[in-house]
């Protein structure tokens, strides 16, 4: 049973354009959000992320939104580059941040495609 | 060292065969993480190191997988008797401390059972 789902596999944006992925998460006791980016044959590497003590953060081209009521987060980036072409890995810890090393839950990635 | 080092980087085996993936964390990280992606799948947690102990297993699909960690430092994945669905891209991790949230990953095994 998913707890963390991304269910857009793949997207497709023009250049300068913005993206927008989506996650949905099951738990309301989810607290802490991450997104990662994974190009072929390398690791996912850490690009934002957010607790929900916000529903906003903010990192150059790349923001994320949390709406804890709809247990719904997106990530925006605007504007879109070749470069950001990668699958986008949603992923939570299900315990509160610092109390453990509980580990990383992770949705089955979007995979981006920039378009020049 | 300064990122997440595995090897091998590809490994194909035969059915049945036994196989070790390696994993060495950034120095000084006292968390391992292995997780695995399969063919369209997400990262499938398997396992998880503070130190040389593991706390949690509950991700480990079968007892054909074991793994250990010495010295606080290199962990080795261990699958025996390899099994087609084993075919996946195995993903170590490390994180500074239990105050920490973002895992640092490696570039992965990759693991093709034929």
């Known amino acids: 049973d998913q707890q963390v789902k991304q269910n857009s596999p793949s997207l497709s944006v023009q250049e300068g354009r913005i993206s927008i992925l989506n996650c949905d998460y099951t738990n309301s006791m989810f607290d802490y959000f991450l997104w990662y980016k994974k190009y072929p044959a390398e690791g996912p590497t850490f690009l934002i992320s957010?607790?929900?003590i916000k529903d906003k953060n903010e990192d150059g081209r790349f923001t994320v939104f949390l709406n804890k009521s709809a247990k719904h987060l997106s990530l925006h980036i605007v504007p879109s580059q070749p470069g950001d072409s990668a699958v986008y890995f949603c992923a939570t810890h299900p315990v509160r941040w610092g109390s453990g090393n509980t580990p990383l839950v992770f949705g089955k990635g979007t995979r981006l495609s920039v378009i020049a | 060292g300064a990122g997440v080092s595995q090897s091998p980087s590809n490994k194909v085996t035969e059915k049945g065969k036994d196989v070790e993936l390696r994993c060495d964390p950034i120095?000084?990280?006292?968390?391992l993480y292995w997780y695995r992606q399969s063919l369209g799948q997400g990262l499938e947690f398997l396992i998880y190191f503070q130190g040389n102990s593991a706390p949690d297993k509950s991700g480990l699909p079968s007892d054909r997988f074991s793994a250990e960690r010495t010295g606080g430092s290199v962990s080795t994945l261990t699958i025996q008797r390899t099994q087609q669905e084993d075919s996946a891209v195995y993903l170590c991790a490390s994180m500074r401390d239990s105050g920490a949230n973002v895992l640092t990953f490696g570039a992965g095994s990759r693991l093709t059972v034929l």
């Open positions: 120095s000084g990280h006292t968390a």
């Open positions: 957010i607790s929900s």
